[in-house]
């Protein structure tokens, strides 16, 4: 009789002892340890895999993100009356995905694998460069337009028969710019050397220079997760129950 009660009152208590998980939100990933981020009416975030048991309506923003993994974003749809799962597998950043970024705009690659300041460093400086090419191309045509001048000027009056103190004048007004074109095409040389040499440098670093999220090792449930970012390093631990 005792037994017989005893499974009665665990049979009323048992809903209040385990509530429903109805309107609830988990989320799992791979790998795991991911920083969660729910935002909507309210903003929840967590560690994955997590469950947000919270009765959510309405439209939320779920973003998964790791070091050394792309980002995952997308729209959801909660339903306080409605379970779900989300299962969500980060692609790892790499290095020839940062080169091919780094290959058309020197810097991307490295914001692409969170490298911050060296990504403000090589597009400064290759936006500095690329001004100073533009201003040296520029004063080297005008160069060579005022030596083109001074040569047409010195040959018309070689063949109109010039009496030889303005030909000399000419002459060597003519070298003159002949010499400051020369100059100009130097400077100009220098600054594409300067342009192509950071592009080349930003496409080496980040090639082989762009970090790798180091590997997750578990010892009987317990996951641990060596982790680095521009601001520090730490460890992530997820015990398994």
Request: hydrophobic share 40%; net charge neutral.
């Amino acid at each position: 009789m005792k037994r017989n009660l005893i499974a009665v009152a665990l049979i009323f208590l048992l809903p209040a002892l385990c509530p429903a998980q109805d309107g609830s939100l988990t989320v799992v990933t791979s790998p795991p340890g991911c920083e969660v981020t729910l935002e909507g009416e309210a903003s929840l975030s967590g560690v994955s895999p997590i469950t947000f048991s919270y009765l959510l309506i309405g439209e939320y923003r779920l973003t998964v993100r790791k070091h050394g993994y792309e980002s995952y974003s997308t729209i959801l749809i909660l339903d306080p009356a409605q379970s779900q799962q989300i299962n969500v597998k980060l692609s790892p950043k790499t290095a020839a995905k940062a080169a091919l970024r780094s290959l058309f705009i020197p810097g991307w690659g490295q914001k692409y694998s969170s490298q911050k300041t060296k990504s403000f460093m090589f597009g400064a400086l290759f936006f500095g460069a690329a001004i100073n090419l533009y201003v040296t191309h520029d004063d080297y045509v005008d160069k060579r337009d005022e030596y083109s001048r001074r040569f047409g000027e010195y040959d018309e009056a070689l063949a109109g028969g010039g009496n030889i103190v303005d030909l000399n004048r000419r002459y060597t007004a003519m070298v003159d710019a002949q010499q400051v074109a020369y100059d100009a095409e130097s400077d100009r040389r220098l600054a594409t050397a300067i342009t192509v040499g950071i592009w080349g440098l930003n496409l080496i670093d980040a090639l082989f220079f762009t970090p790798s999220e180091r590997a997750t090792f578990s010892v009987k449930g317990l996951t641990i997760a060596p982790s680095a970012n521009p601001s520090g390093a730490g460890v992530t631990l997820t015990m398994a129950f």
